[in-house]
C-alpha cells in the first residue's frame, strides 16, 4: 500500500476484555514502532521491531500488553484484560531501517480504543 | 531526567510571521537523530524535518529549518511565514543510535494556533 495502515480505526470494548490491533507497514520497512497516545499527551513508546531481531519491549507497560510481527510484515498489538486506562490512541509506525540517518518514522492513522 | 523536553505547551502565532518552537534533549550518544513531527487535529503525525548529530548545517526544508544548538543541546523548530494551516500540535523526537538500539523518544508537545 501507499502507507502505514491500521485496523480498526476506532473499536470500543467492555474492561477485562481482549482486543488485538492490526498495523500493515510500508512494503520494504524493516522497522516497526507500537506507540500509544493518551488524550492530550505525547507519544509514549511501547515496542519496536527491526527486521528479525528480537524486538525491544521496553516500553511495553504491563503483561497485559504483547506484540507480534509475522513474516517481517504485518503486526498485531494485543491487549489482554483491557482496563479502562488503557483507553488511548494507538500508533504504528515503520521506517525503511532502524540505523543512523534519517530513518524517518511514517505513521498510520490509529486506532482509537476505548475501554468502557 | 527527561530524554526530550518541550516547554511550550501552547504557541500562538500572528499569520505570516515566524514562531520558534523549543525542544532541548538528553543523550550520552555522540550518535543521534533529532526530528519534528506535526500533528493536525486530524489525528496522523506528518514528518518535516530531520537533523544528525554531525550534521554541520542546520537542515531546512522548505519553510521550516532546524536551529540545532548541540552545546546547549537544543533542537528549536522555526517555521517561517505562518499559515493558518500550520495550527496543529507539533512534537518532537530523538533517535539514540547505539544506546538503546533505535528507540525514539517523544517530547510531550507543542499546540500552536496561527492567527489570521
Known amino acids: 500500500g501507499a502507507g502505514v495502515s491500521q485496523s480498526p480505526s476506532n473499536k470500543v470494548t467492555e474492561k477485562g476484555k481482549d482486543v488485538e490491533l492490526r498495523c500493515d507497514p510500508i512494503?520494504?520497512?524493516?522497522?516497526l514502532y507500537w506507540y500509544r497516545q493518551s488524550l492530550g499527551q505525547g507519544l509514549e513508546f511501547l515496542i519496536y521491531?527491526?527486521?528479525?531481531?528480537?524486538?525491544?519491549k521496553s516500553g511495553l507497560p504491563s503483561d497485559r500488553f504483547s506484540a507480534e510481527r509475522t513474516g517481517g510484515s504485518v503486526s498485531t498489538l494485543t491487549i489482554q484484560r483491557t482496563q479502562q486506562e488503557d483507553s488511548a490512541v494507538y500508533l504504528c509506525?515503520?521506517?525503511?531501517?532502524?540505523?543512523?540517518?534519517?530513518?524517518?518514522?511514517?505513521f498510520g492513522p490509529g486506532t482509537r480504543l476505548t475501554v468502557l | 531526567a527527561q530524554k526530550i523536553t518541550q516547554t511550550q505547551p501552547g504557541m500562538f502565532v500572528q499569520e505570516k510571521e515566524a514562531v520558534t518552537l523549543d525542544c532541548t534533549y538528553d543523550?550520552?550518544?555522540?550518535?543521534?537523530?533529532l526530528f519534528w513531527y506535526k500533528q493536525p487535529s486530524s489525528g496522523e503525525m506528518i514528518f518535516l524535518i530531520y537533523?544528525?548529530?554531525?550534521?554541520?548545517q542546520n537542515a531546512t526544508e522548505g519553510r521550516y529549518s532546524l536551529n540545532f544548538q548541540k552545546a546547549r543541546k537544543s533542537a528549536n523548530l522555526v517555521i517561517s511565514a505562518s499559515q493558518l494551516g500550520d495550527s496543529a500540535m507539533y512534537f518532537c523526537?530523538?533517535?539514540?543510535?547505539?544506546?538503546?538500539?533505535?528507540?525514539?523518544?517523544f517530547g510531550t508537545g507543542t499546540s500552536l494556533t496561527v492567527i489570521p
Open positions: 509506525a515503520s521506517s525503511l531501517w532502524a540505523g543512523q540517518g534519517n530513518n524517518e518514522q511514517f
Open positions: 512494503s520494504g520497512h524493516t522497522a
Open positions: 521491531f527491526q527486521g528479525n531481531s528480537a524486538p525491544d
Open positions: 543523550t550520552s550518544d555522540p550518535s543521534y537523530g
Open positions: 537533523q544528525g548529530s554531525y550534521d554541520q
Open positions: 523526537a530523538m533517535r539514540e543510535g547505539r544506546r538503546t538500539g533505535n528507540q525514539f523518544y
